[in-house]
């Protein structure tokens, strides 16, 4: 399968200061989630793909084109959706949209076209024909997002896309990115503080510090990995409970007074732990297997020194 | 009357004919407090009403027994971490909180300290010296969260404090947040970020269109809905077994299956029934479980519930 | 029977070509200008001289129509040099104000909301950006310069005979070349001065500005140390130069030289484009 992304030694300094320093690999994920500490270089590394900045050193190549050569191509192929408010204030939503439909090689017929479904599939159908000044900050949001997939690109860099989004709307641009994701034509690149933004839409994950990727790794396979570790909230008398479980030969640890997570060994099911939850009246609130992998992994890779980059 | 809590007595605030809050009536413990409530809803006007920058229409807010009117007092206490940056120009991040806190009367070694101790809590000792207006958008949260604690308020009030860290800083800030709460002081939040909300708080108060529409421990709210019976997901290997048994009880609202036929809802009239009768199936008919969860236990269901997606229309 | 359902769907279709593309630029931009009424009104009244031009030329040549209207031979003007050098005069002022009137929103509602990342992540590089931008007011520039004025210069050839055209030739070249050195002069005034101020009000009024102080400083920096050398930042009367040059090969009586004009209205030119290539950048980097 083609990698969407081949980083080639590439470095970028600014000045005295290197932001990206020799990053290599070939990166073949749909959904790349882009994690790390302010300052590592995950906006750098995006504007870099954008052909915004030159390289220092060393390349990069994104659908096997280089960034250096074939910018213009490459940028066909993106969408963008910056982190910072982008709009201009006096046009209307249709007439932007339209405008960078064109701006990305569409004719101008089929321009309008998709500039009006596109607007209606973020949901600003009746807000399209009102000049941008005048959106919410939801609004200016999901704009955002219509011009960065108006022209349909195969690859979408989302640098924070949820940005100061109430729930509801955060909630609907999450499904808007996952169905974009789902219709499988689009590869997207998702660069956010949120964790859980990342784990609901993305399926591998790169971690940037200080310039160097630390991680690289496929998440469903990280969950995989946990599925020894339980997750339990009860109510009822937790110390007669942990005790019998470990009498059982489970490792229990005791996070506040009623959540416990536990490490099951090979003969204890989840029918025993049941078992002793009726003996003592006690409800099982909650039970599931660990699935903030995603902060674990995070967390690790802020501690270690390298972290190993698996693909 | 007690004089710990922040009280808040049918106040109202409007701008000219702009509706700010309604009619509010809230009265603020100690411990860990969540404002949560769409764009536009009112929580940026609470909170500066709470601080004094916004007097009331009509109505009283006291805080710790305090009024605007011993502002000396009043402010000592208080420590306020805006949404938005407005910084003086031309000043080092270090200069900045030693600024505030001379203002505040203390000396000026002290104020060095204080001001120190507070750029090391929030880890920007490195920055300290570098003009505010170099900082990334992460330091300056980060500036912004280090005034407010600089003088060791009773309260703090902050407006969206974890916009723009990255996940360990808010790992840092939360547990900044719980230890300050823990030795007693009030925390006001507001946030749009539920799990977080969810993980953190002792207390939420939902605020929509100017209203406070729901207010306390979340699973007391949750409790309190009774219009909204509780909903349980079992992932589990014979769903119809449950859901048969759960039938025979009379708390049984409404089931529905998974798509795959290995799990199901449950939306019933008394959860803790539900659980132990669960404990009994398990082993009865030796069901394998997966996993179980409240499905709305939380404040994002909650805001769904009371709020929804009314606040929320683009 | 069917249920038709509206996904997002990728685009793989045809693409309009490259090259061409900065032109969308200045389509979108006389969109927006042609609406106003104020605007069109200028615009149509920039046509009213170089028609009274063609009046005045068929007049010339038509000795029966000069009867009619009773006005003697002798007193009319020639058609030469002097006659296409203050039409163009003319002309060059009322496109002045068209581009004061364009000028100042071409760039800056672009940056006042950061949009220009937008256009940048697309196939545009920051050259095509401005020559699209340029474009708009180039094309609309040359629509009341040069192109009525050749046209103008074409019609008395056609009436004087096409011997009267290889005489006058250098008129022509006059006509092209002293446009297109105020066209450009003028755009790239008006652009700089729209990236760098938000206001367009202001923006606008900064161009008369700067005319007007480099006359008043030009004058000065002469009287004051007896030089003609102040002139260099006087932009009129460094364009009256050239022109006199380009119509009638005249160097000018007691002010700089020719070579000195032109060099210093191109490194006008030049620095208008510094100025646009510091503020158009897709992303700042802030050094620490």
Redesign the interface.
């Known amino acids: 399968m083609q990698s969407t992304i081949e980083l080639d030694n590439l470095t970028i300094r600014?000045?005295r200061?290197t932001v990206l320093k020799g990053l290599k690999g070939a990166f073949a994920g749909r959904a790349i989630g882009l994690l790390g500490p302010n300052g590592a270089g995950k906006t750098t590394l995006l504007?870099t793909l954008?052909g915004?900045?030159q390289p220092t050193a060393g390349t990069a190549r994104v659908f096997g084109l280089d960034i250096q050569r074939e910018i213009?191509?490459i940028?066909?192929l993106?969408?963008?959706m910056?982190e910072?408010?982008?709009?201009?204030?006096?046009?209307t939503g249709i007439?932007f949209v339209r405008?960078?439909a064109?701006?990305?090689?569409?004719?101008p017929s089929?321009a309008l076209e998709?500039a009006h479904?596109?607007l209606?599939?973020v949901g600003l159908g009746e807000a399209r024909y009102r000049k941008l000044g005048t959106y919410s900050l939801g609004m200016k949001q999901m704009a955002?997002l219509a011009?960065a997939?108006v022209?349909?690109?195969?690859l979408l860099f989302l640098d924070e896309p949820t940005n100061g989004l109430d729930p509801p709307a955060r909630q609907r641009m999450i499904s808007l990115i996952k169905?974009?994701r789902s219709?499988g034509?689009?590869a997207l690149i998702l660069s956010s503080h949120l964790l859980r933004d990342v784990e609901e839409c993305c399926e591998e994950v790169m971690i940037l510090k200080e310039g160097e990727i630390v991680v690289y790794c496929n998440l469903e396979e990280e969950r995989k990995a946990n599925r020894k570790f339980l997750e339990l909230e009860i109510i009822g008398d937790s110390q007669p409970f942990v005790e019998m479980a470990e009498h059982l030969g489970c490792e229990c640890a005791v996070n506040g007074p009623c959540r416990i997570k536990m490490v099951l060994p090979e003969q204890v099911s989840i029918r025993d732990l049941y078992c002793l939850a009726a003996r003592r009246e006690i409800q099982i609130r909650r039970l599931n297997y660990k699935r903030d992998s995603l902060q674990d992994i995070f967390l690790k890779a802020m501690e270690g020194n390298r972290g190993s980059l698996q693909a | 009357m007690t004089d710990d809590r922040i009280v808040l007595d049918n106040v109202s605030k409007f701008y000219g004919e702009v509706l700010g809050v309604n009619r509010v009536c809230l009265s603020i413990p100690p411990g860990i407090t969540s404002l949560v409530g769409p764009n536009g809803a009112g929580k940026t006007t609470l909170l500066n009403l709470i601080c004094g920058l916004l007097q009331p229409t009509k109505g009283s807010v006291r805080v710790l027994g305090l009024t605007v009117d011993d502002p000396d007092l009043m402010y000592r206490k208080l420590g306020y971490c805006s949404q938005f940056d407005a910084f003086p120009k031309g000043l080092t991040g270090l200069e900045l909180i030693y600024g505030y806190l001379r203002v505040y009367g203390y000396g000026n070694r002290e104020a060095q300290q204080m001001a120190w101790s507070a750029l090391e809590t929030v880890n920007l000792t490195d920055?300290a010296n570098?003009k505010v207006q170099?900082y990334?958008k992460g330091m300056r949260q980060r500036v912004k969260l280090a005034q407010a604690i600089s003088h060791r308020p009773q309260i703090l009030i902050l407006d969206e404090p974890l916009n723009g860290l990255d996940p360990m800083a808010r790992a840092e800030v939360i547990g900044l947040f719980q230890k300050v709460a823990s030795e007693g002081a009030h925390v006001l939040i507001s946030s749009h970020i539920l799990h977080e909300v969810d993980m953190i708080s002792d207390r939420v108060v939902l605020i929509n269109n100017g209203y406070v529409v729901a207010e306390g421990n979340i699973h007391g709210v949750r409790d309190e809905m009774d219009e909204h019976p509780m909903q349980i997901m079992v992932r589990c290997d014979r769903p119809a077994a449950v859901a048969a048994k759960a039938f025979e009880q009379d708390h049984a609202v409404e089931v529905k299956v998974h798509e795959d036929g290995q799990g199901l809802m449950i939306r019933t009239r008394n959860a803790d029934q539900f659980y132990l009768m669960l404990n009994r199936i398990v082993l009865d008919c030796n069901l394998t479980v997966e996993a179980v969860s409240p499905a709305d236990d939380d404040v994002y269901s909650v805001y769904q519930y009371l709020i929804g997606t009314d606040g929320g229309r683009l | 029977m069917a249920v038709y359902k509206?996904?997002?769907?990728?685009?793989?279709?045809?693409?309009?070509s490259?090259t061409l593309?900065f032109l969308?630029?200045a389509r979108?931009a006389y969109q927006r200008i042609f609406g106003s009424r104020i605007f069109l009104a200028l615009f149509l009244v920039c046509f009213v001289p170089p028609l009274g031009g063609a009046v005045f030329i068929y007049l010339q040549h038509n000795a029966k129509a000069l009867q009619i209207l009773q006005i003697p031979i002798d007193e009319l003007i020639p058609i030469d040099a002097a006659f296409f050098q203050t039409l163009l005069y003319i002309q060059s002022s009322l496109g002045f104000l068209l581009a004061v009137m364009v000028g100042p929103g071409l760039i800056s509602?672009?940056l006042?909301?950061?949009?220009l990342?937008?256009?940048?992540?697309?196939?545009?590089?920051r050259r095509d950006y401005v020559i699209g931008k340029i474009s708009a007011l180039l094309i609309l520039l040359s629509a009341v310069t040069w192109i009525p004025l050749s046209a103008l210069f074409f019609f008395q050839a056609r009436m004087a005979g096409w011997a009267w055209l290889w005489e006058h030739l250098r008129l022509e070249t006059a006509i092209f070349t002293g446009s297109w050195l105020w066209m450009l002069v003028i755009s790239l005034l008006a652009l700089a001065l729209s990236a760098w101020v938000r206001w367009k009000p202001i923006a606008g009024a900064l161009i008369f500005g700067v005319f007007i102080v480099g006359g008043g400083f030009g004058a000065l920096v002469n009287a004051i140390l007896f030089t003609h050398w102040g002139s260099l930042i006087n932009i009129g009367e460094l364009m009256d130069i050239a022109w006199r040059y380009l119509f009638r090969g005249e160097g000018p009586s007691g002010s700089l030289p020719v070579w000195a004009a032109f060099a210093g209205l191109l490194g006008f030119c030049g620095f208008c484009l510094l100025l646009l290539s510091k503020k158009l950048k897709?992303?700042e980097?802030?050094?620490?």
């Open positions: 600014f000045g200061q504007h954008l915004f900045h213009k191509q940028r066909h993106i969408g963008y910056p910072n408010d982008s709009f201009i204030s006096d046009m007439r405008l960078m064109e701006l990305s090689g569409l004719p089929l998709r479904e596109t209606f599939y955002k011009q997939i022209h349909g690109p195969k169905d974009i219709t034509e689009t | 920055a570098r170099a990334s | 509206h996904n997002y769907q990728a685009y793989s279709g045809p693409l309009t490259s593309r969308i630029l979108y509602p672009d006042t909301n950061n949009a990342p937008l256009y940048l992540s697309r196939p545009l590089t897709a992303y980097v802030v050094r620490s």
